[in-house]
């Protein structure tokens, strides 16, 4: 007799943790050296965030899933305001899929993560947040700098 | 002239950290009812509570919390030290001292039950001791504050000015709808109010109805259930649909509601729901009498108690909705919803005095209602005790102005008032949390 064979879901090895780290990588390429994880905001917890310092210093907050997409561009969009950029972070295979048309709405920017390679690619990218509220961002800037 | 009576509503004190909220904002609502374990548990504090809200004309009355002996005792147990124990820091596991008094003071089938810890069933009753646990429940509301005072020497002169309770509540048990058995708690229920409705006394006799809210699912059964409720000879009924929310109840259920509260004001009785919020003021236009909340907000409870220890946030009551959320989610939606500065919050949100107070001119403080800190043993950060206290006080107000509101206005335009916030909710964008949270406004609708 055939054993029974397990469905094999190629995300299901995948966790949230396994984007963190090469969106950090990829962050702090682009210029955002100061990073954080599990920022907490209000009742809310960012998976990321960072600044970029110097002058006209920069911020920007990312979420990370693995399937829910709605739920992380509801989560994205909130983080708008207390970041000037926001992005949902998912895997590749995942993120090259979605429907862009309600991120860009959003301005919320789309990032693949390649789980085997940790390649993190734009795949859409985030406009600067109108809802960005200066008295959130200022905060956050003076605690990472220090 | 108001379209129809206010809403009766019955502020709950869940505990004495409550009693600020309660004593600063009691002369908005109808009265106040309070657990009989709170009266056990801190009888003075109780006491001179209940003194204030007579003395301001306002109604009181006890929850004899019968229906924790019929469940789980491990609900109403805790641990403390074991003094007897040789062991330094032993514990040991009890029934709370509240309830240990309560199980005495109910008579002998409870207290025989608690002896064998365990919970007492159907099958323990004749009529005999139906009657028993009905005088003593009467005998408890009506008289445990009055003990009390002449327990007390330095009280026992001001024992005239001790209040007496406007109306009392039958016995009561929890009918678990959906687990087999559930007919003989409902039969049982049904022998207490009717026993107790027979009782000599002066003050006005209640019946509770608590039961599974699965059984909205049924139309028949539940009516049918009600139905037999009625024979009872009592003028008022609490119904208490364990665990129902009401902004996540579903179009049928509404319609059965519906159907239940018409069928209670077609007999002539009263009828509250024992923890609503503002469906439960909606329903008072098909003749729902009123119900009761807590302060924060207690709008719906399970009768199996939350155990845990995190402390829950207290969010913000949204008044276009009717109910709680985030005020991060609503800071985020404000210029979806064309708000831009306070004077348009006051108008389209909420223009109470502790809103105009927080905001003083400035949406950017509209934060103070979420506000976080880590305290200090914590990982996470939690709500500041001032930021839940704006919150809670910010809701009676906002709970007052909704009672008014219904009162005011007739069913036909609450209809409309519910249909246009549910279009206008709609169509904000999906990333915006308010506009899931905006679905229920339809479902109330339906009630009307």
Request: hydrophobic share 40%.
């Amino acid at each position: 007799m055939m054993p029974l064979s397990k469905k094999k879901n190629s995300n299901k090895h995948v966790a949230e943790c396994d984007l963190s780290r090469p969106v950090r990588r990829f962050l702090s390429r682009e210029g955002y050296t100061q990073i954080v994880e599990e920022l907490q905001f209000f009742e809310r917890s960012i998976d990321v965030y960072g600044v970029a310092p110097g002058e006209g210093a920069k911020t920007v907050a990312v979420e990370l899933k693995l399937r829910k997409w709605q739920k992380a561009l509801q989560q994205a969009a909130l983080y708008q305001l207390c970041s000037d950029y926001s992005y949902v972070a998912m895997p590749k295979n995942i993120a090259r899929g979605l429907e862009p048309r309600a991120f860009s709405a959003a301005g919320i920017g789309i990032l693949a993560v390649d789980t085997t390679s940790k390649a993190v690619e734009i795949v859409l990218p985030a406009i600067l947040s109108k809802q960005a509220k200066g008295h959130y961002i200022s905060a956050y800037k003076e605690m990472l700098g220090r | 002239m108001p379209d129809t009576e206010h809403s009766e509503v019955y502020l709950r004190l869940g505990s004495h950290a409550e009693k600020q909220y309660v004593l600063k904002t009691f002369h908005l609502f109808s009265g106040v009812l309070f657990g009989a374990n709170l009266l056990e548990s801190t009888p003075g504090a109780t006491v001179s509570f209940a003194i204030k809200v007579g003395g301001k004309g306002k109604r009181f009355a006890v929850d004899p919390m019968t229906y924790t002996f019929g469940m789980d005792l491990e609900y109403i147990k805790s641990e403390t030290m074991d003094r007897t124990a040789k062991r330094a820091g032993a514990t040991k596991k009890g029934l709370k001292r509240s309830f240990a008094k309560l199980a005495q003071e109910y008579g002998a089938v409870i207290e025989r039950s608690v002896k064998k810890d365990r919970p007492v069933n159907p099958d323990d009753f004749d009529d005999d001791s139906i009657r028993d646990l009905c005088e003593s429940t009467y005998t408890y509301q009506g008289e445990r504050m009055l003990t009390y005072f002449d327990a007390d020497v330095q009280l026992q002169q001001f024992a005239n000015e001790c209040p007496s309770p406007d109306f009392v509540f039958a016995p009561y048990f929890y009918i678990p709808y959906r687990a087999g058995g559930w007919r003989k708690w409902h039969e049982l229920n049904l022998k207490l109010v009717s026993a107790f409705a027979d009782i000599d006394g002066e003050i006005e006799k209640h019946g509770v109805i608590c039961i599974d809210q699965y059984v909205l699912d049924n139309e028949e059964d539940f009516l049918r259930i009600c139905e037999k409720f009625l024979d009872a000879d009592v003028p008022a009924f609490w119904l208490w649909l364990s665990a129902l929310t009401e902004e996540k109840i579903s179009d049928s259920r509404v319609r059965t509601l519906t159907k239940v509260v018409k069928m209670f004001a077609e007999a002539d009785r009263k009828l509250y729901n024992m923890h609503g919020g503002y469906l439960s003021a909606l329903l008072g236009k098909q003749g729902l009498t009123g119900f009761s909340h807590g302060v924060g907000y207690g709008e719906g409870k399970d009768v199996v108690p939350v155990v845990g220890v995190v402390v829950p946030t207290v969010n913000y009551h949204y008044p276009p909705l009717h109910i709680r959320t985030s005020i991060l989610e609503i800071e985020r939606a404000l210029s979806e919803l064309g708000i831009s500065d306070t004077d348009d919050f006051h108008e389209k949100v909420c223009d109470c005095t502790v809103c105009k107070g927080v905001l003083a001119g400035d949406l950017k403080n509209l934060r103070q209602f979420g506000e976080f800190i880590l305290k200090i043993g914590n990982q996470r950060e939690s709500q500041t005790p001032d930021s839940a206290k704006k919150c809670r006080l910010h809701f009676l107000l906002a709970r007052r102005k909704e009672i008014d509101h219904v009162a005011e206005f007739t069913a036909a335009q609450l209809k409309q008032e519910l249909g246009d916030a549910a279009t206008e909710y709609a169509a904000l964008p999906g990333y915006l949390t308010l506009q899931a949270k905006s679905r229920h406004l339809n479902t109330w609708a339906k009630a009307l």
